[in-house]
Structures are given as C-alpha cells and as structure tokens.
C-alpha cells in the first residue's frame, strides 16, 4: 500500500454513469452534465443528486422542483464533456449541440431524444441544498429506447478521464 492524497478519493468511488440533467424554467430549457448521483431507494426509485449552487441549473431546480435525468451512451461522450463545460446562463445548450428536447408526460423539464433512458424526475427532499448542494429525486416516469440494446455508458474519472461499460458477468445472487 502506499498513501493516496485524499483530493483523488473521489476517482476511487465516482457513483455512475456520466448523466445529463435538464431542467424547464420560464420557458427556457437548460441541460448539464453531471456525474455526483446515487440510488437512495428501490420503490418509489430515490435519486440523491449534486447540483452545484455555482451551475445555471440550481436556480431552476430549486425553483421548480422538477427535473430530467436522461443517459447517455458512449457516442456522445464527446459532447456530454463539452455541455459541461459552458454554461446555460450564455449558451443555448439544446441548440448548439444538436439536441433534441421531446415532452415528457410529469415533468415541464425536456427529455434528451438522443438518450437512451430518460427519468423524469420531481425534488422531494431539500434537507442538504443548502449544506451540501445535494438535491434527493423520485424518479416518477422513466423512459428507454429499444435499441441499443446493450448501451455502454461512461464513467467520470477524474480531470478529463474516462472509463467505458466493459463486460457484463452475472453471479448467483439471492436478491432479485
């Protein structure tokens, strides 16, 4: 063993896939990319969040209390990276980067037509925006493409690194 600086713990336990959130506010869509998140709950499905106070979008969450969680796969890892780094208060995101807003059915927030999964989502918890920035979600309608069947997502690193899906194993497990 040998000693880690404890600025790089967060490379060793980065939660999930590479996400988009989007948000609807006054009539202005907004998306941007996030990789803080975790499962708090099966049913109802409970997503814990980290919306940075200093992002464009945590105006709109708090405001509205709605959001879409929409995952993508590998082919758009390149523009997933670059949505992150401008900002929704200058750019019309949707648009410079072709994507594509459809309606969803709970939320006023737009799913990402390129997306393979989309949630929508309503905040149901603020007890930790104000400490630590961490939004808790119920995922109330969740959306999937058909194809692919086997998508491959990406995973945060750290400073501009990556990791990809790899292989599925499965094991006996008691839990269904």
């Known amino acids: 063993m040998r000693d880690l600086p404890l600025r790089d713990v967060y490379k060793l336990l980065e939660p999930g896939p590479v996400v988009l959130l989007t948000t609807a506010r006054r009539g202005r869509h907004n998306v941007m990319t996030m990789s803080w998140h975790m499962m708090v709950d099966f049913m109802p499905p409970l997503i814990a969040c980290v919306v940075s106070n200093g992002d464009f979008s945590f105006a709109a969450l708090r405001a509205t209390k709605?959001?879409?969680i929409a995952i993508p796969d590998v082919s758009l890892a390149e523009t997933v990276v670059e949505i992150?780094?401008?900002s929704g208060s200058d750019t019309d995101k949707f648009a410079r980067f072709g994507l594509t807003?459809?309606?969803g059915e709970k939320?006023?927030?737009p799913l990402v037509g390129e997306c393979f999964a989309n949630l929508e989502c309503r905040v149901v918890d603020t007890r930790f925006v104000?400490?630590?920035n961490i939004f808790v979600l119920e995922a109330v309608k969740a959306w999937r493409r058909?194809?692919?069947d086997d998508p491959k997502t990406i995973h945060h690193r750290?400073?501009?690194t990556f990791a990809v899906d790899g292989e599925i194993i499965h094991?006996?497990?008691g839990k269904p």
Do not use: T
């Open 66 to 68: 709605e959001c879409v």
């Open 84 to 86: 992150g780094n401008c």
């Open 101 to 103: 807003p459809r309606r």
């Open 107 to 109: 939320v006023d927030a």
């Open 130 to 132: 104000n400490k630590y």
């Open 146 to 148: 058909a194809k692919p």
């Open 158 to 160: 750290g400073f501009g």
């Open 171 to 173: 094991l006996p497990s």
